[in-house]
């Protein structure tokens, strides 16, 4: 018998290993060339795709906070690192507003199951997340990123997302998602700050062990600049799986049962089992992690600790 899981994390992220298995072991066998025992080849097909679908369903259930907060970095590292002007305050209180609204969400596995179901980043706040950070980033003259976010927000509203949109939107977060140099920025203000002693507000809000930081940013820059490539690589991963959720959340709707599907939904399903390949090989690399994650009942204390805790601050604000 499975271990009880406590955290809605880890719960969401056992699921969503447990979809992909199946959809593995479907794969696998129509790999094979075997004939199945009672039903034929398309209809284990779209069980594939359904399975498929669901894994990155439940995946983004158990990341929507961390969504969150990989939306909101870019605009609030900017506004850190430019040293942003009473100006854009207002727009940065709307952006933690909806995102507070948005770990709301995430804490309530009810409401998830119920409200968000198989479109968990389309029905969340994620959307109006992403245009509450876009304006507050035009406001700080990072406009392509803003668009960036804009094209993504009108990507989870609309009915009919497509591939090629899906491959669009990734190709442009490759680009765009280039924080390195805004990191730079703040540790170069960090440096100043350290050395002159300065008492501006930016330097007064500085995190404590910020000469640390900036310790190893002088001992060893070749491993700051590791660390900062691949936090830029971990951002546009997570985006990634942003919009295939979007892109596969018809298929976790309609792709388990044949009764109801038109000709329209057809083709979606065509087009779901030309890419997944591409698709089948991006979920894989989080499951390696996700897969260890689940076997952590020191991970699943820690995030079940994180989410009362933050059950608590809520109920206190309310």
Do not use: W
Not at 80 to 93: I, L, M, V
């Amino acid at each position: 018998m499975s271990k009880k899981r406590k955290s809605i994390f880890v719960k969401f992220i056992s699921d969503s290993l447990t979809f992909l298995d199946a959809a593995l072991s479907i794969y696998d066998k129509l790999q094979s060339g075997k004939e199945p025992f009672f039903s034929d080849v398309r209809s284990l097909e779209y069980q594939k795709i359904f399975n498929l679908a669901r894994s990155f369903e439940t995946l983004s259930k158990a990341y929507l906070s961390a969504y969150g907060g990989l939306i909101t970095y870019p605009a609030l590292l900017v506004a850190k690192a430019r040293k942003g002007s009473q100006d854009t305050s207002r727009y940065e209180q709307k952006v933690i507003n909806s995102l507070e609204t948005l770990v709301k969400q995430s804490l309530d596995e009810k409401k998830i199951k119920e409200n968000l179901r198989h479109d968990p980043v389309g029905k969340s706040q994620i959307p109006a997340l992403l245009r509450a950070t876009a304006k507050f980033l035009k406001q700080l003259g990072e406009r392509e990123i803003a668009k960036l976010y804009e094209q993504v927000a009108d990507y989870l509203e609309q009915g009919n997302r497509t591939y090629m949109q899906l491959l669009e939107i990734r190709k442009r977060i490759l680009s765009v998602i280039q924080l390195k140099k805004a990191h730079e920025q703040l540790l170069d203000i960090i440096e100043k700050c350290l050395q002159s002693g300065s008492e501006d507000e930016i330097c007064k809000n500085l995190p404590s062990d910020a000469e640390k930081i900036f310790g190893v940013y002088k001992e060893k820059p070749y491993l700051v600049d590791q660390i900062l490539t691949m936090l830029d690589l971990g951002i546009q991963e997570m985006f990634d799986a942003m919009v295939y959720t979007a892109y596969l959340a018809k298929a976790a709707s309609i792709a388990d049962y044949s009764a109801g599907r038109d000709e329209n939904d057809e083709k979606y399903l065509e087009e779901v089992r030309d890419h997944q390949k591409e698709i089948i090989e991006f979920i894989m690399k989080y499951a390696q992690i996700n897969k260890e994650f689940v076997k952590s009942d020191e991970l699943d204390e820690f995030m079940r600790e994180i989410e009362d805790n933050a059950r608590h601050h809520f109920s206190r604000e309310s």
